[in-house]
Structure formats: structure tokens, C-alpha cells
């Protein structure tokens, strides 16, 4: 099984981050593009980024703005939007889908993202054995059932942000902006604490030897 590590976006011209494309952590080699006409190089606002990884480029561009030459606007054009981390590996199909839509529109729309991810955790908790019908009932009725404090609070966390996020006057643009980004991490970390510690426990305790597995049994019908 897979482990789930930290994501590290990335960022213009950083020597090492995720790849937008296969998802590891990789040194990344950073080229700038020029044009060429009537055999003369000239310079263009495009920068290329070589993952050492699965060896794709992603390309970012880099220009003044029209106001203000000393500022650049910077942001990636290739793949568009691949700002936020890969899906963890054992996130449910279903759940998949909409963090990957998410994914796809996170630099253009964190509102939109924000919501979609919303809706993720709403069929996560079906997922986890819930109604599915409201989603704050079911991050109750986890909690009930033992929910660890800091598994309810990310849910809470990507569930009113979600809701605010399409709510004027909730959420200004610039608050969902500064930590939609963050939620993508907390969905994949509540898909590993939910999801992959325990399958990962299972397979461990599967595999000791029967006779001491029944022995267990035994103790705990005590």
C-alpha cells in the first residue's frame, strides 16, 4: 500500500516540489524560452519546468504587468490549475471525482474548489458508513462512534469553508483563496487516517500466524 507524504505546491522556479503531473516529490530543472526571428534570439515572458521524475515539462509564464513593469504576474499555464496534490491513492472513487474537478480549477476558482470539496467529504462520510444526507449529522454521528478530535475538526474545517465559500458576504474571496489550498491536504489526510491506517492494520494483523490470531480471539471473547 501507498503512503500518503506531505505536499509541497509548486512554486516558480523552486529547485524541488510535487509535480503537477505524477504527484512525487522531485528536483525540478528550470529553463527560460526564447524566440527566434530573422536569426536573432529574442526574450518571452514562458519558462519551462523539467520534472526528474517522470520526465514531463510544465511550462509557466512569467510577465510584466501593464501597470506596474516591476511586477510579474506568474502563474502556470501547463498543465492549468495543477496547483493542489494528487488524490491520496486509496481516496474512494467516488470521492476521487470530485477532488479531482477540485484540483482542475483550484488557481482559477478556490470558491469553486472549495465547495467541490465540500461535497467530497459528504461522500466520504457515505463512504465511512453515513447517511449521506447532511453532512454535519454525519460528522456528529462520527463522533459518537469515536471519531479522533483532530479527524472532525479537518472535516469541520473543509465543510464550513465549502459552505461559506458559496454564501455572499460568508467568506471574502481573498479569505477562501488563503486556505482552499489547504483543504486538498485535508481531505487526503482524513482519507489516510480513515481509510489507509486502518486497511494498513488489517493487512498487518492478517498476515500473523493463524494460531496466534485465534489466540486473540479467544482473549478478547473473555
Avoid at 493542489?84 to 481516496?91: E, L, W
Avoid at 467529504?121 to 453532512?135: A, R
Avoid at 472535516?155 to 465549502?162: E, F, Q, T
Wanted: glycine share 4%; with cysteine; proline share 7%.
Amino acid at each position: 500500500m501507498q503512503t500518503h507524504t506531505p505536499y509541497t505546491p509548486p512554486v516558480f522556479k523552486a529547485s524541488a516540489f510535487n509535480c503537477p503531473y505524477c504527484g512525487a516529490y522531485a528536483n525540478m530543472v528550470w529553463l527560460k524560452l526564447q524566440s527566434c526571428s530573422n536569426n536573432r534570439l529574442g526574450d518571452t515572458p514562458l519558462h519551462m519546468c523539467y520534472c526528474n521524475h517522470c520526465k514531463k515539462n510544465a511550462y509557466w509564464i512569467a510577465e510584466p504587468d501593464s501597470e506596474d513593469f516591476e511586477k510579474e504576474h506568474i502563474r502556470m499555464l501547463v498543465p492549468d490549475g495543477a496547483l493542489a496534490p494528487m488524490p491520496h491513492p486509496d481516496m474512494p472513487d467516488k470521492v476521487r471525482l470530485d477532488y479531482e474537478e477540485a484540483r482542475t480549477i483550484s488557481a482559477n476558482s478556490p470558491r469553486g474548489s472549495s465547495a467541490l470539496l465540500r461535497l467530497a467529504i459528504q461522500k466520504l462520510c457515505v463512504f465511512l458508513g453515513q447517511k449521506g444526507e447532511n453532512v454535519n449529522d454525519d460528522i456528529a454521528s462520527l463522533v459518537r462512534k469515536g471519531l479522533p478530535v483532530e479527524i472532525q475538526q479537518a472535516l469541520d474545517i473543509v465543510r464550513v469553508v465549502g459552505n461559506n465559500a458559496v454564501h455572499p458576504g460568508e467568506l471574502s474571496e481573498n479569505d477562501v483563496a488563503a486556505v482552499s489550498a489547504s483543504l486538498f491536504e485535508l481531505v487526503n489526510q482524513i482519507v489516510e487516517e480513515k481509510i489507509s491506517r486502518p486497511k494498513k492494520l488489517q493487512e498487518l494483523f492478517g498476515n500473523l500466524p493463524e494460531g496466534a490470531r485465534k489466540a486473540i480471539e479467544k482473549r478478547d471473547k473473555k
